[in-house]
């Protein structure tokens, strides 16, 4: 049996030989199906990766306020770029109240938008972020010169900025920005800081942001009390949830909610770990949706490979009549199309298997000299899966033609013209 079978293998890979270009193309389906496959699940894994790596640096033991509260299955509208208005700067002040919580220890308040600011002839738009002093000690930011601005100027409408270390570039290049003036839409900033270079931080690049005390953003260049996120530092990784809850009841308190089971809340408190749980669940439910869609090119292939079996077999009728005729039994013929379509989807199989590698080690390298935490993930699990699957569907598919031609009439193939 095992003669007969390699004997059938031989014979498969001379035919396929003979006809390269058809071979080809009959394999190219599996060749995409299985290199869709093994790509999206490895890009998958890595976005996931970086995605998550963005999180953490938030910290694990810091809390978020956005505003709206959150939906069913997904986070506030505010997240997809909606504005809502009702979270205010005197909301994160009162989280820092010993009254409201004991285990926050700093906080920081958010207002941003992106306009237009001058230096001289030089003149472009940036990301302009108005914060507090808290936003300096939890981010970790390190001044490259000058300072940050103090919690009196904070309070007192104080025209001031601190450039981060791309937006000190563009305006300033090699000079000296500390004690120059720009100009902010119409109001005139004095540049008191620069920052070290930071990078992106949970997906936002904080070097092209200027930063200016956040009522001084709300009085002259929002006109709104509204702030479009608080973060808060939990003075120990366990205390968090302690803090979300005390969060909750003081807003709740501001805001005249009575209802303490959270269905009328207009904020939405949430930690790190909820949102690495929640992006989890997301891209693993898109990784599967996705492979899913390219596993239908696996079928089409399949098909693809059936048809041209079919056609094999009208071609060669003489040559199975005459194996039959010299004794070869239905079975025999069985065999070897099944081996001969079984070859074709494993060999298309495995170039789709090292061309899904090659492009995911290529995306990964790309992403990580972007500065990107991205990951290679090709696991050998899938690698066999690929294997398997592509085997599969030769047999699958190749069943209905080598039936076909095993039930030839030999005498009936010989006259075939």
Same mark, same amino acid.
């Given at each position: 049996m095992f003669d007969f079978i390699k004997q059938c293998a031989r014979l498969a890979i001379n035919s396929l030989l003979s006809n390269k270009t058809r071979s080809f193309l009959t394999m190219l389906g599996i060749i995409i199906g299985v290199s869709a496959v093994i790509i999206i699940t490895s890009i998958g894994s890595g976005a996931q990766d970086l995605?998550?790596?963005e999180i953490k640096t938030l910290g694990t033991d810091t809390i978020s306020i956005m505003p709206g509260k959150s939906e069913e299955n997904g986070p506030p509208a505010s997240v997809m770029g909606i504005v809502i208005t009702t979270l205010t700067y005197e909301d994160a002040k009162s989280l820092l109240e010993k009254k409201n919580s004991q285990y926050i220890i700093d906080v920081s308040a958010y207002s941003n938008t992106n306009t237009n600011v001058s230096w001289g002839n030089n003149n472009s738009n940036f990301d302009? &972020?108005?914060? &507090?002093v808290g936003h300096i000690t939890m981010n970790n930011f390190n001044i490259q010169s000058g300072r940050f601005f103090t919690v009196d100027e904070e309070e007192n409408l104080s025209k001031v900025a601190v450039l981060g270390s791309s937006a000190k570039e563009d305006l300033f290049g090699d000079s000296d920005a500390i004690g120059q003036r720009i100009k902010i839409k119409k109001h005139v900033f004095e540049v008191i800081g620069t920052l070290e270079k930071k990078?992106?931080?949970?997906?936002?690049n904080y070097d092209n942001k200027i930063f200016i005390p956040i009522k001084t953003m709300q009085k002259l260049i929002t006109s709104s009390n509204a702030v479009g996120i608080i973060r808060a530092k939990v003075n120990n990784e366990e205390n968090v949830p302690l803090a979300i809850k005390d969060a909750e009841i003081t807003l709740r308190e501001?805001?005249? @909610?009575?209802?303490n089971s959270g269905e009328d809340d207009d904020f939405t408190v949430s930690s790190p770990s909820e949102a690495l749980e929640a992006v989890e669940t997301v891209t693993n439910a898109l990784k599967f949706f996705l492979a899913t869609m390219a596993a239908i090119s696996l079928v089409v292939g399949g098909i693809g490979i059936m048809n041209?079996?079919?056609v094999n077999v009208t071609e060669r009728t003489n040559e199975i009549g005459l194996r039959k005729a010299l004794g070869a039994k239905n079975n025999n013929v069985l065999v070897q199309f099944l081996i001969e379509s079984t070859? @074709?989807?494993l060999f298309g199989g495995i170039i789709g298997i090292i061309f899904g590698i090659i492009v995911s080690l290529l995306v990964s390298v790309v992403a990580q000299a972007l500065d990107y935490s991205w990951g290679f993930h090709v696991s050998i699990l899938s690698i066999i899966i690929g294997i398997i699957v592509s085997s599969s569907i030769g047999i699958i598919f190749g069943l209905?033609?080598?039936k076909k031609a095993s039930k030839l009439d030999p005498i009936e193939a010989l006259r075939y013209e």
């Open positions: 995605i998550l790596s302009i &972020n108005g914060t &507090n990078g992106t931080v949970a997906f936002q501001r805001h005249g @909610i009575r209802d041209i079996m079919l070859i @074709i989807t209905y033609p080598a």
